[in-house]
């Protein structure tokens, strides 16, 4: 048995949640199969089992949802780093592996779209360009039997208008959700305020709208909480799980605390969010309403794992959800049974002996 299209928009009707796990671009780069830069898939063609391994980990973790790990892997970035030619075959591959993944564990089935890095407002030819290269994607999505597509990652709302068009001339009826990605303003870089541009893509046709990447869970939930106000339909949010903060609002402006450097991209990992900052954000978007909701960059199976459980799930992963009440040193903090060197080690652990 497999999803679909319909069990998709029925389930987002009936007011069911959607989990989604994605950030595959940071994991692959955190784990050297990726070139944070550049940013490009190349992993799909290079390693196609990996990729099917770590759809299997989010699956695992809790993910109702398999995307296609086609973040980036449009005709322009892969021009950029000389692997054109290998464009048809990187998206066809990431949309089997997914696919397979995703029938195997009766999960939904997606496809991404996402900014192109040539839209620019006003601009006919280049944004012609754009439209062409959504276009074949959406295509090839449509042959492997998507049940949805996704456009995420737009900065400008006529860029994220544009995909929407084209799922809706080329996608053969599949729905869309469309995510913009909100920086330091609450606003659109063709000038637009985040909260109208959902209301305006949920007005023309968008199953799903809101927000993805960029900003955190602290500083996305602000603007979550305006969105609901606005918006009639199902929201979106997928934050990164980093600790942005009134200052910092966007991880791609994170500064190390201790050399005031930027961290983006390589040296994010000394502001990662906490397991509890995942919990607490979840718990507030569930109050918010936010019936679609994943991680983006910086994503990981155990923080998926956290999310999903705060959503009433039990996945596989929470089998193994941590217990301390089983560690022999601070096991006693849960049980209050102890022993003489336990108590004597967790002083020396923590620089508390006397």
Known sequence: MSMSTSDFIQRLKNGENILIAEGYLFEFGRRGYLKYGANTPEVVVE?????????????????????????????????????????????????????????????LFAFGLCNSTVFAPGDEKANAKVRDMFKEQIEWAVEEGVDYIIGETFNALGEAMLALECIKEYGNGVPAVITIAAYFPDITTDDVPITEACRLLEENGAAVVGLNCARGPATMLPLLREIRKTCKGPIAALPVPFRCTDEFRSFQSLKDP???????????ESVRCSSADIRHFAHEAKQIGVQYIGLCCGNFASYFRELAEVYGRTPPASHYSPDM???SVFG????????ALATKMKEFILGIKQ
């Open 325 to 327: 009440s089983m560690n």
């Open 47 to 107: 390693h196609p089992e990996l990729v099917e391994v770590m759809h299997e980990e989010f699956v695992h973790a809790g993910s109702d949802v398999v995307e296609a790990f086609t973040y980036y892997g449009h005709r322009e970035k892969l021009k950029i780093i000389g692997r054109e030619d290998d464009l048809e075959k990187l998206n066809k591959t990431a949309l089997r592996i997914a696919k397979k993944v995703a029938r195997k564990h009766n999960k």
């Open 258 to 268: 201790k050399s005031g450097k930027h961290l983006f991209m390589n040296d994010l």
């Open 332 to 339: 006693d903090e849960e049980t209050g049974v102890t022993n």
